[in-house]
T-cell receptor
Framework: QKEVEQNSGPLSVPEGAIASLNCTYSDRGSQSFFWYRQYSGKSPELIMFIYSNGDKEDGRFTAQLNKASQYVSLLIRDSQPSDSATYLCASNFGNEKLTFGTGTRLTIIP | GAVVSQHPSRVICKSGTSVKIECRSLDFQATTMFWYRQFPKKSLMLMATSNEGSKATYEQGVEKDKFLINHASLTLSTLTVTSAHPEDSSFYIC?????????????FGPGTRLLVL
């Protein structure tokens, strides 16, 4: 059974610090990994995706993938209060449906 | 800008009535779309996979006769909640995969908030 595990939090980080969100997955066949941000009452919004081992940077966001250890992480640098949201990790194999983690609730403290 | 739209964004109906929710892919074709439901402070729950030209695939525990899915075209999928009851009140979200840099990436619609009285 394909599973994606996340710490549900809440994770509190001071404004300006680095927020680190982690995710592990069980299916070694998973090919692509996604981070979505979901604000309360809104639908998920794609932040980043990664499918190669290593780091991928986009602005203040860095996704890290380690297929040998089966984990993927998201770093948010210079955290802002607007980054406060629930972050969902997801994986899929090809065009199959996404397998989601339960999400980590992040709060940035001004 | 938005790549997936949903209509309506919010609906209130009486118990026993049926409600139709539309999901459209904007500027791209989607042979597959996904329907999710989310209760307050809970995780996304995949309900079914909508397939253009064939029957939808429902997740375990989801009643196919209650949640009717029709993938009418390559840009439109509809979810009809039949004989809605208060326990069907939830946030319904669709998604569609779109190629992005060599990977199929799912984009979510803005969601439809259903309240059954």
């Amino acid at each position: 059974q394909k599973e994606v595990e996340q710490n549900s939090g809440p994770l509190s980080v001071p404004e300006g610090a680095i927020a680190s969100l982690n995710c592990t997955y069980s299916d070694r066949g998973s090919q692509s990994f996604f981070w979505y941000r979901q604000y309360s009452g809104k639908s998920p919004e794609l932040i980043m995706f990664i499918y190669s081992n290593g780091d991928k940077e986009d602005g203040r966001f860095t996704a890290q993938l380690n297929k040998a250890s089966q984990y993927v992480s998201l770093l948010i640098r210079d955290s802002q209060p607007s980054d406060s949201a629930t972050y969902l990790c997801a994986s899929n194999f090809g065009n199959e449906k996404l397998t989601f983690g339960t999400g980590t609730r992040l709060t940035i403290i001004p | 800008g938005a790549v997936v739209s949903q209509h309506p964004s919010r609906v209130i109906c009486k118990s026993g009535t049926s409600v139709k929710i539309e999901c459209r892919s904007l500027d791209f074709q989607a042979t597959t779309m996904f329907w999710y439901r989310q209760f307050p402070k809970k995780s996304l729950m995949l309900m079914a996979t909508s397939n253009e030209g064939s029957k939808a695939t429902y997740e375990q525990g989801v009643e196919k006769d209650k949640f009717l899915i029709n993938h009418a075209s390559l840009t439109l999928s509809t979810l009809t909640v039949t004989s809605a009851h208060p326990e069907d009140s939830s946030f319904y979200i669709c998604s569609a995969p779109r190629p992005l840099s060599g990977s199929e990436t799912q984009y979510f619609g803005p969601g439809t908030r259903l309240l059954v009285l």
